[in-house]
């Protein structure tokens, strides 16, 4: 099911689509929301035309994103209530100080700022250990970091755990889509998923580190490098391009990862 911006779509259908999207029935969004569920049910046949604040109000119960928020607020012949800046722009300028702070901070391990489609925005200098080897079309912007992650002509071939890595990645990604319902990512995992490395399914590790969490482990030289990693999000966003920002960072998961990462930027520092 679609629930993308579609011109003439009445806010009820997009109403009905995301609720139906949720699992949710008329009286469970009905109590989630307190207004009653015959109200609802106009709202969704069109026979009631929903005020903004209860636009809002439901998008908020069914955990819309900003963007498809603004979305059913233009269907429902109201402006949107959550800007979209460019992140050049001035008032995006905290975040991008934090973002760089973030990144150099993170230094000599790897991390990227991406998009909500995946696409790189920045990085710091140690994701060159990640694209040293990646064949040019994978590197022209926009640089999809999922695309280049799995592609054979990206980091596939080095990474040494790449069943395991990929259906982690392919799982993250079809969780995005289904809780978006964006047909971009939908795209991009239909594409991810012929791409070889095996199953889709992630199992269990067999050591100690991957049943806790799934590690990368990654080949540089004659060497095997393992990282675990983490997502950082902005707090309470208002603000679409914001909202849609993540930082991915790896961190050493043993002391020979750490090690070497330290003594390939040594040379930079002195």
């Known amino acids: 099911m679609t629930t993308r911006t579609s011109p003439g779509r009445p806010v009820g259908e997009l109403l009905r689509d995301w609720r139906r999207t949720r699992g949710m029935s008329q009286l469970d969004l009905s109590i989630e929301a307190g207004v009653s569920a015959r109200h609802l049910s106009f709202v969704e046949t069109g026979r009631s035309r929903p005020s903004p604040d209860l636009i809002l109000r439901l998008a908020e119960r069914l955990d819309l994103p900003l963007a498809e928020r603004n979305t059913m607020l233009l269907a429902g012949g109201y402006a949107p209530a959550y800007p979209r800046h460019e992140l050049t722009d001035p008032e995006l300028a905290p975040f991008r100080a934090a973002v760089r702070q973030i990144l150099d901070g993170h230094s000599p391990y790897p991390a990227v700022l991406v998009d909500q489609h995946w696409h790189l925005v920045e990085a710091n200098p140690a994701v060159a250990l990640f694209t040293g080897d ?23 071939p080095r990474i040494l755990n790449l069943t395991e890595w990929r259906a982690h990645l392919l799982a993250r990604l079809r969780q995005q889509a289904v809780t978006t319902n964006d047909p971009v990512l939908s795209d991009l ?82």
């Open 134 to 156: 990646a064949k040019p079309h994978l590197l022209t912007p926009p640089v999809n970091v999922l695309r280049l992650s799995l592609h054979p002509d990206g980091m596939a």
């Open 189 to 270: 995992l239909e594409e991810l998923r012929g791409y070889p490395g095996g199953d889709d399914v992630v199992a269990p590790g067999s050591d100690d580190l991957s049943r806790v969490a799934i590690p990368l482990r990654y080949r540089h030289g004659d060497r095997q490098l393992s990282f675990i990693s983490t997502t950082t999000l902005f707090g309470t966003p208002l603000d679409v391009t914001v909202a849609g920002l993540a930082v991915e960072a790896f961190f050493p998961a043993d002391p020979v990862t750490s090690a070497t990462l330290r003594a390939l930027v040594a040379p930079a520092a002195g």
